[in-house]
């Protein structure tokens, strides 16, 4: 599941914080270099979000399972398209994760969203907030959205609707999401302190396992 150069760089006394910028930053796409064979791909694929967003392309990059081959946000760690290569079901397959990392975009987002809220009034958020496209169960999406606003991180899935209707990157996932057949899931954060800890906190956690032999 793992693969050899992260498994041995996790069994050995390098910094996590080098593992992280290797294997997450550095280190070419699972998706899109081994899932798919169509390395070119990514480029033209970040660069189109890059030029869309106005930001540098190395501010945009693939996370997650697509990136390394597997997850680490659910602690189980199951291979790329784990659940899809047993149900063969289209909707299960893997997301495309991706992280934009601009605090431009953090600030402008996040004001958007403070004023279309009336400044996160209740009764807004009970009338508005309550689902979207990403939740159709009643749940406390303002809740969870401030819970990772103060981690320096929007997610898109948690945004009132109203909002994410008209968000610049809206036409772009449409698109790609018919062109490599799967969902893409954006997470914007306010800088790169916040993407490198949870990213690193993950691979800790992995480290610690695999020392434990919890995990092959």
């Given amino acids: 599941m793992i693969e050899d150069n ?6 050995s006394e390098k910094p996590i914080e080098n593992v992280f910028q290797k294997h997450v930053i550095d280190g070419s796409s ?21 030029n869309l967003l106005k930001i540098n392309l190395h501010d945009i990059i693939i996370v997650g399972s697509a990136k390394i081959g597997f997850s680490l946000k659910d602690h189980a760690f199951n291979k790329f398209d784990h659940v899809y290569n047993t149900s063969r079901n289209p909707n299960e397959k893997s997301d495309i994760d991706v992280a934009v990392v601009s605090n431009n975009i953090f600030e402008e987002i996040s004001r958007n969203i403070y004023e279309i809220s009336k400044h996160f009034n209740p009764e807004w ?17 303002l809740k969870s959205y401030t819970f990772y606003v103060a981690k320096g991180w929007l997610r898109p899935d948690l945004m009132p609707l109203i909002y994410y209707s ?17 969902k893409i899931s954006i997470g914007i954060y306010s800088n790169w302190y916040y993407l ?21």
């Fill in 125 to 141: 958020a009970t009338e508005n907030w309550k689902t979207n496209n990403f939740n159709s169960m009643p749940k406390n999406l």
């Fill in 166 to 182: 008209s968000a610049p990157w809206v036409a772009f996932i449409e698109r790609w999401r018919k062109e490599l057949g799967r």
């Fill in 6 to 11: 992260l498994r041995k760089d996790l069994l």
């Fill in 196 to 216: 490198k800890h949870y990213q690193m906190d993950n691979l800790t956690d992995l480290r610690v396992k695999l020392l434990e032999l919890k995990i092959q």
């Fill in 30 to 50: 699972y998706f899109f270099n081994k899932a798919i064979n169509k390395p070119d791909l990514e480029y033209d694929f970040r660069y189109e979000l890059a």
